[in-house]
Structure formats: structure tokens, C-alpha cells
């Protein structure tokens, strides 16, 4: 059995081979450099230490008879330095009692092959070790670039959210703050915002960004017709955002005399109030091409921002610019995992029916529906390989998968929301007898917002389609709950649930899940 070329291309292809017997060194190198493998050979135990060291191979074969120092030691030693502590090892003996296997685990090693050697048994083993190595590495590296993801996605958050508590702040501040965001939330060098006279038939150039005025010599009052502005203001005409990715080769600049700044790229995106156009928002050379991803975040701080410079929201209008940001938020997550679209919405509606049945005020309900929409938050770090694979999970995997609410918890920590927001996220996945995760709670521990959540969350997800499995009956559902009530659930939760469903006719709405 061989690796996949794919695979190999990716990686190394080194095996280091350690046996005091030069029989064995030829007869491991004959099986496997036939099959594509670099095999480095070592028969003695000092010597295979420092070439692991110096070069970490992708496998170790290991004999354990050895002389000076035998392989459970040398196994140990390899697994104690930060270089090789995560490559494989597989020992070699003819040695078969249950206590030298025993011995051999607790060195480190992951797996035995017996003498006398069989070709078949030793090309299985190897291949099966190599490829869950790279798998592993794979989603390590699959993790760090989720976790990047998150890292921007909680600057738009943070930015979005700052931006609405300027409301006090002079307009010109405002929307100094708002270029400076948009442009570092897309990568871009400059970015400008315009005003749409009411008339829909003209503009004023308002404001550049920082960087933009060091290289322009456009008047910050400005005013052009639309019909003579340049094809920085297609967006009014199209009413929609527009990208130039070639922005030299486009026609139709007029509007920006050649002293502006030059431009390689650029996108722009029109903000309406009551139907109409009212400004637009730009940015520009970001050194990747634009793409909708940026047109839609773009459009979504724009309208942020006109929202505070419009009106300056008291709290409540506050509260609803916040809604909306995460009702934002939520549809990016369901969009990039469409097996559970809708999962959110459906966990915070009936989240919202049970604080009702419980008597809990409008404040508290409206703050279980916040965090209730973007409860999974932090599955934006778990890659989607993971979360869309049919089939059980392995460990790894799963262990992946609970991380969630910790990285959720980090993305909104510092974000002060005026609902438990941060505690719904972070405890939802908790249960009161303590078997939950990440942190173990018990009891009271777990805010009140965050039992129910529980109890919505395992209703919804056992009663709706999942990659591993389809759709249980809500009656499984109903039963699960009854059974941990008090357990693993808040028992008044447990209770207003189950007369939702079988005292006053509710239903999930299956058609966000359909």
C-alpha cells in the first residue's frame, strides 16, 4: 500500500530507520524505498537521536534491542523534545508480551510491528501512521488559518461596534474613524466617502482617508454632477456595489484629474436611507483583487455608519444597530455551513419561547435572542472539512469542535454588549451537573440565559438534518430532555419546553433547515 501522490507531494517522504542489525536496516529499505519513501538508516541509537533531531523525519521505525541505550529510552527521549514529540514512532521487536507492549506505549510509541518482518504488515502500518501524521498536520494548519479568519472577522465586529458608540462624537470624527476601519478591514491603501445630493443627480466629495490626501489634490468640497463624475461613482448608476480590479484600463475617469491618487484597484459601494442613495463609500488597491466578500462587508459598515451620522441613535436605536450586526455575523456563519443554516435563528426563537413560558421580562428575552443568533460564533475557526464530513468524528476532530465556545467567547469578550451575550456564548455547550465544556460548570455557575440556551440547542440539533446523521423525531428530542432535567438541564427550562411542544403546539421552523 503506497501514499497518495497528492499527499506525497505535500511532504517529506522520510522515514528514519533504527536497528542495531544490518539485516533488518536492508530489509525495512528494500520494502519501502520501492514505494516512494527517503529512508534514512542509523544502527546506533546516539547517531538516530541527533539525525531526528537535526532533520525531524515524518516516521520512526524502532528497534528496541539495542546496545547503550535500548529503543523505550530512546523513544522517550524523542518525545520529550519539541522537535519530534509529534512524529510517530513505531517500535520493532520479537518481543510480543503484553508488558513490553505496555512498556512501549507508555515511552511514546504509537504502534508494533513484530519480527520476523512482514512486508505487508510493515508497508499497512506505515502508510496508516504516515497519512493520519499529515492529516493532523493538515488541520493544524487548516486551524491557524481559521484562526486568522477570526482575527479579522472580530476587528470588522469590534469596529462596527465602536462605531456606535460615537454618537456623541463631531461627524468629521465619525467618519474619519469609519474610512480609516473600512480601508484596514479590506486591505486597502486609500478609501473616500462621498455624499448623494437628495436630488440623486449629483455629488459632493466629502471626505478622503489619511493616506489618500497625502498624494491628492482634490478639494475636500468638491461637487460634480453625476453625469460628469467618473466611473468612481458607477455605483449610483448601478445602484449596487461595483469592483475594478483594472483600474488603469478602464475608460471613463473623468472626475479625477491625474493629481489624485493613483489607483490600481478599486470598489465602491452606494448607502441608502428610505430607498435612496445617499452616499457613497470607496476604497482602494488593495494588493488582491476585490471580490464580493469585500462588497458586502464594505456595505455593511457603510450602512452602520450612516445609521450613527443620520440619526445618533438613542440606546434603543443602539441596540437595534448592534441586532443588526449580528444578525450579519449570523448569516456569514450559516453561509459558509450549509448544513446547519438556519441552526442559530432556530435555536434563538425557541430559546426566546421558553424565557417566555418561564415569565422572564422583554430585556432578558431580547438578550437571549442576541446570543442565541450567534451562539456558534466560534465555529468560524473550525475548518469546514470537519464540519461537513458525514461519519462519526475522530478524537481530534471532536476535541477541534468543543473549541468553539472558548473562540467565540474571545471574539466578543471585550465587546460591550447590553444583554449576557458573552455568557450565553461561552456556557451554552455547559450542563449542570458538570459534565459540560469548556469550563466545567455546575448548577448556578451556568447563567440562567445560557441554561435555556442548552436546552433550545439540543431540541433544534437532534430535530434537524445533520452531515452524520439525518433528522431525529422531535419526540426523540422531547425525550432527551425530559430525561436530563435536572441533570444535565435547567429543570424549569426542561419543563416550559416540553409544554411548548406538547401543551400549545409549537414547531420548529424546519424551513431554515429544509
Known sequence: MSLNSSMKSQFTNDILVVDGGPESLKLLSDILIPEGYNVRSADNPYLALESALDNPPELILLDIKMPGMDGYDLCRKLKQDARTAEVPVILISVRQEVNDRIQGFESGAIDFIAKPISRKIVLNRVDYHITNYRMQKNLAGLAEEKAHQVHLDERRFSALYELSQMKDAPEK??????????????????????????????????????????KCTAEPSSHYPLSEAGIWADCVRANGPVIHNDYPSQSGKKGLPEGHFPLQRHMSVPIHHNEKIIAIIGVGNKQLPYDEHDTRQLSIFGGSM?????ERRVDQKLKDSLVQTIQAIALTLEQRDPYTAGHQR??????????????LDEEKIQGIRMGGTIHDIGKIYIPSEILNRPGKLSKVEFEIIKTHPEVGYQIVKDVEFPWSVVDLIYMHHERLDGSGYPQGLKGEEICLGARILAVADVVEAMATHRPYRPALDIGAALDEIERGSGVLYDPQAATACLALFNEKGFQLDMRANA
Do not use: K, R
Not at 192 to 214: A, G, K, N, P, R
Not at 346 to 359: F, T
Open 173 to 214: 470624527d465619525v467618519t474619519a474613524f469609519a474610512l480609516e476601519a473600512a480601508v484596514s478591514m479590506t486591505g486597502s491603501e486609500v478609501g473616500y466617502l462621498h455624499f448623494v445630493d437628495t436630488d440623486q443627480e449629483h455629488i459632493d466629495l466629502y471626505q478622503w482617508s489619511s493616506h489618500t490626501m497625502t
Open 306 to 310: 450612516w445609521s450613527m451620522l443620520n
Open 346 to 359: 432556530g435555536v434563538a426563537d425557541l430559546a426566546c419561547a421558553i424565557a417566555e413560558e418561564m415569565g
